[in-house]
């Protein structure tokens, strides 16, 4: 099974910071993967898929890059509805994987 | 726009089976993969498996062996039954509509998702 990585596990930052978010697969994934916010309480929510289409709806200060193994979730200018944890997810192969997670928590 | 709403007990009993049922709302099942995903402090986010509107399924390998899913059509509803569980099954229980695209490599994504059922296992 291809197992999922991703750092920093937490972070604090501000309303208007630019936030990077870094994912690793253990294998080569192509551009198959995906990243979900969740809120507290809440399911998560799709954010980008195919690694940099984002989901229609989302805002574009949302941005998705990599190929192979290593993947940034980057979020221009961070909003107060932002803080929320993030996960990477891969769909290459069965069974899919998310990653452990990274919290993004207000300074 | 599609939503999910699932129901079913909170808490199972040790060496019983959890069901719980997932509806769709606002759209057909059919054409559609239907997943149940897990969340738990200790092993984070895991997929169970999924089944198509036809009945063909996939199961987690970890899971395998305890898992069956089934899909009402006439109902648009879909099912999870996992038997024999453990505290090591207490998690929160998601049902996720996958996407697919067909292409190479695979595409695909788990979108919308159910509101989450936590289903706790104690005696």
């Known amino acids: 099974d291809i197992q999922m990585t991703q750092s920093p596990p937490s972070l604090s930052a501000s309303v208007g910071d630019r936030v990077t978010i870094t994912c690793r697969a253990s294998q080569s994934i192509s551009s198959s993967l995906n990243w979900y916010q969740q809120k507290p309480g809440k399911a998560p929510k799709l954010l980008m898929y195919?690694?940099?289409s984002l989901q229609s709806g989302v805002p574009s200060r949302f941005s998705g890059s990599g190929s192979g193994t290593d993947f940034t979730l980057t979020i221009t200018s961070l909003q107060p509805e932002d803080f929320a944890t993030y996960y990477c997810?891969?769909?290459?192969?069965?069974?899919?994987?998310f990653g452990p997670g990274t919290k993004v928590e207000i300074k | 726009q599609v939503q999910l709403q699932q129901s079913g007990p909170g808490l199972v009993k040790p060496s019983e089976t959890l069901s719980l049922t997932c509806s769709v709302s606002?759209?057909?099942?059919?054409?559609?993969?239907w997943s149940w995903i897990r969340q738990s402090p200790g092993k984070g986010l895991e997929w169970i498996g999924y089944i198509y509107h036809s009945g063909t399924s996939s199961y987690n390998p970890s899971l395998k062996s305890r898992v069956t899913m089934s899909v009402d059509t006439s109902k648009n509803q879909f099912s999870l039954r996992l038997s024999s569980v453990t505290a090591a099954d207490t998690a929160m229980y998601y049902c996720?509509?996958?996407?697919?695209?067909?292409?190479?490599?695979?595409?695909?994504?788990?979108?919308?998702w159910g509101q989450g059922t936590l289903v706790t296992v104690s005696s």
């Open positions: 195919g690694a940099s």
């Open positions: 996720a509509r996958q996407v697919v695209v067909p292409a190479t490599p695979s595409y695909n994504w788990f979108d919308p």
């Open positions: 606002d759209g057909s099942i059919r054409n559609y993969y």
């Open positions: 997810q891969q769909s290459y192969t069965t069974p899919p994987a």
